[in-house]
């Protein structure tokens, strides 16, 4: 199972790669069109925001994957570990149903924006609003995997020892207690 999601995972940083080679490219040559030759390809810059909103998403996926969005864990790591593990689970859960509000929105949207064509390159709006539902839906995945993980782990996790972490104060404790250089000379 672990190595469908690693390849699954590969599948959707090459295609974000293409996605943003073809985007930088069509901004490149549209650049370069309307400073040599006072025109441009009129289709590029509506693609390329297209192209930007699946790169959005579907980065969003990577980077749940990878533990790489941002979040605020202070407060959490304040509680004891039975706290912060339950802490956790709920979090998951929340972020598990934001994306199942989304998917539900998006494929909503999608099929209502059906018959809205973009003003240039005329794709059916409805193509672009998906963006969101796939996003979700691989989010959403994500996040299932997680949370199994989770409630299947939770005796160990509960017995692994917390690393430890010098705060602030401590680490200004320690380097004004250690010998520098400039005191010696």
């Not at 370069?32 to 810059?45: G, H, K, M």
């Not at 912060?84 to 989304?102: D, T």
């Not at 059916?124 to 996003?135: E, K, L, N, S």
């Amino acid at each position: 199972m672990e190595r469908l999601g690693n390849a699954v995972m590969k599948c959707l940083e090459v295609v974000i790669v293409g996605l943003i080679s073809v985007m930088s490219i069509l901004v490149i040559v549209n650049v370069a069109l309307r400073f040599f030759f006072s025109s441009s390809i009129v289709v590029s810059e509506e693609l390329s925001r297209f192209m930007f909103i699946y790169i959005v998403f579907l980065g969003s996926i990577v980077a749940l994957k990878e533990d790489g969005h941002i979040y605020v864990d202070f407060i959490a790591k304040a509680f004891p570990r039975p706290i912060q593990w339950v802490l956790k689970l709920v979090v998951n859960c929340c972020m598990l149903y934001c994306c199942y509000v989304l998917l539900l929105g998006s494929v909503e949207l999608s099929e209502y924006n059906m018959v809205d064509k973009s003003p240039v390159a005329g794709i059916p709006m409805g193509y672009i609003y998906f963006a969101g539902a796939i996003g979700a839906a691989g989010m959403g995945i994500v996040l299932i995997i997680r949370i199994i993980k989770h409630i299947t782990s939770f005796s160990s996790w509960l017995k692994a020892a917390p690393a430890p972490s010098a705060t602030p104060a401590d680490a200004a404790t320690a380097a004004d207690a250690a010998p520098s250089a400039d005191k010696e000379a």
